[in-house]
């Protein structure tokens, strides 16, 4: 079956890792960062207090104040399992520094990072901070201009991922950190070996919208734009209550379905995920909203269907250099003809090959937010212009 119109089998391969592999369960964040890794002398943080950048909707990581620095603590998912900790200090504090030998120090603000995460990078660029960045895993997913002239006058590296790093290329470029979203069946135990600091960036096990955007915090501090980063989630959040309140007092809730099949499969989010809560806010229900799973869920069609048949409307995200069309659904699989959603029309999608989505959409959930309202009640945003998603036609 066709899947979805791809240029060639690189492109249809990144999307399946991105779309489908990246299944946020923290037990295998635990399991992987156990297997790659020593735990840091214990800090002494008996007298720190929580910094102003600490998180209020992020579970994932904790910022403290010690004496003289920063202390980092990075949780489970659930915000219920420390799994590591850093001491974040000034690097033009020597005598600091010298007196924290044995422990894992970040020595900020960071000069030069490599980023393994298309939305790191986007974290990086909306700081403006895009210029310290000298490696990325690939440079496919373009987040910017300005990132795109910097890959093409060779300052940031392509450097890979996985089983597939340039070891040697990556020590010459001799990081002050690289950052890494911990992924099932990854590891960076060389790269731990070569004597690089490594630090695991969670955004994407959040299960609260905001809590992925909160993360933009702990890149403020490591690169020293603080205020910037917290004036900056400030508008995040304001912008996303204006608009869930605005979505609360609707008097009908259209029901929705999302994902769709691939190898045999229907991949989907589980009913406590961040898309489940973010639909909510937008004023429609989920329709496996009463499921307990946070991560994805990767059901056969019959199950899928039985439950979503008779959603209002279908949520999916492709990746084509064409136009997409009903009729590529139905190439894809003819059962598709029998949804509801799919009768009446009321299929929208986002085109990751056209939208940034899995690069900047963590950071911009008020807009994700504002286009899942323009399309469940339109009267409530009669003169918005969609972001990330359009209908299908």
């Given at each position: ?11 249809a ?33 008996e ?88 490696g ?36 010459s ?49 490591l ?33 929705v ?87 009446n ?49």
């Amino acid at each position: 079956m066709l899947f979805m119109k791809m240029h060639n089998q690189r492109e249809a391969y990144l999307f399946f890792k991105r779309e489908i592999l990246k299944i946020p369960i923290y037990f295998f964040f635990l399991i992987i960062f156990a297997s790659c890794h020593s735990p840091s002398a214990p800090i002494d943080n008996e007298e720190a207090t929580p910094d102003e950048l600490n998180p209020t909707f992020a579970k994932g990581f904790q910022i403290l104040q010690g004496k003289g620095f920063k202390i980092l603590n990075l949780y489970s998912s659930d915000g219920t399992t420390l799994i590591d900790h850093f001491i974040l200090a000034d690097r033009f504090d020597s005598q600091l520094v010298k007196g924290l030998v044995g422990k894992k120090i970040i020595q900020t603000p960071v000069e030069s990072v490599v980023c393994l995460s298309a939305t790191h990078i986007a974290f990086a660029d909306a700081l403006g901070v895009i210029d310290r960045v000298t490696g990325v895993a690939s440079a496919d997913y373009v987040v910017s201009d300005r990132f795109a002239e910097l890959v093409n006058d060779g300052k940031i590296k392509e450097i890979g991922i996985g089983d597939h790093f340039k070891l040697e290329e990556l020590i010459s470029l001799n990081p002050n950190l690289i950052l890494i979203s911990m992924q099932y069946g990854q590891n960076f135990e060389t790269l731990r070996n070569a004597g690089l600091m490594i630090l695991p960036i969670a955004e994407h096990l959040e299960n609260d919208p905001l809590g992925r955007s909160e993360w933009i915090k702990l890149f403020g501090v490591l690169t020293g734009k603080s205020k910037m980063a917290m004036d900056m989630f400030d508008s995040i959040v304001n912008q996303y209550n204006e608009l869930k309140e605005l979505a609360s007092d609707v008097n009908f809730r259209p029901t929705v379905l999302s994902g769709k099949q691939y190898g045999g499969f229907w991949n989907l989010p589980g009913g406590k995920s961040y898309l489940s809560q973010m639909i909510s806010d937008a004023g429609a229900t989920y329709m496996f909203y009463d499921n307990d799973e946070s991560g994805s869920l990767v059901l056969d069609f019959e199950t899928v269907y039985h439950i979503g048949v008779n959603a209002d409307y279908w949520r999916i995200l492709i990746f084509a250099r064409d136009t997409y069309t009903f009729q590529d659904l139905l190439d894809e699989d003819m059962r598709y003809a029998g949804l509801a959603a799919f009768k009446n029309k009321k299929i929208f999608y986002c085109n990751t090959f056209l939208k940034p989505y899995f690069q900047k959409s963590p950071l911009e959930p008020h807009l994700l937010l504002a286009d899942y309202i323009s399309i469940f009640h339109p009267e409530l945003l009669p003169d918005y212009t969609r972001s990330y998603y359009s209908i299908l036609k």
